[in-house]
């Protein structure tokens, strides 16, 4: 079965950085257009970044464009999210998900996606 584990998250200073990852097994990685969200208590979960089949097909929210990174590697399964300039409002649970990618199109709700891991837990202290 198709299987997404998130790692990487921890407690950081204001300003600081962090590294996310997302191992993928189950699927055939290649072909899965993958990407993060973020869920505060009491809060929707929110779309961050989306990278498609083709490496150079991205996409930010506004809020973290130009602070966060999407990468992926697909000869290790794995999508990761590089964060820079952390702010305590960036505290949440991210969580890393997958969809066949049928299409160029890059989505950002959580309904077209098929997959999700387990959510990794970022603090950042101010």
């Known amino acids: 079965q198709v299987q997404l584990v998130e790692s990487g998250g921890g407690l950081v200073q204001t300003g600081g950085s962090l590294r996310l990852s997302c191992a993928a097994s189950?699927?055939?990685?290649?072909?899965?257009?993958m990407a993060w969200f973020r869920q505060a208590p009491g809060k929707e979960r929110e779309f961050l970044a989306i990278?498609?089949?083709?490496?150079?097909?991205?996409k930010y929210a506004d809020s973290v464009k130009g602070r966060f990174t999407i990468s992926r590697d697909n000869d290790k399964n794995t999508v990761y999210l590089q964060m820079n300039s952390l702010k305590p409002e960036d505290t949440a649970t991210y969580y890393c998900a997958a969809r066949w990618a049928d299409t160029t199109t890059l989505f950002t709700a959580t309904r077209r996606y098929n997959y999700w891991g387990q959510g990794t837990q970022v603090t950042v202290s101010s």
């Open positions: 189950g699927l055939i990685f290649s072909t899965y257009a």
């Open positions: 990278i498609g089949r083709s490496a150079g097909n991205i």
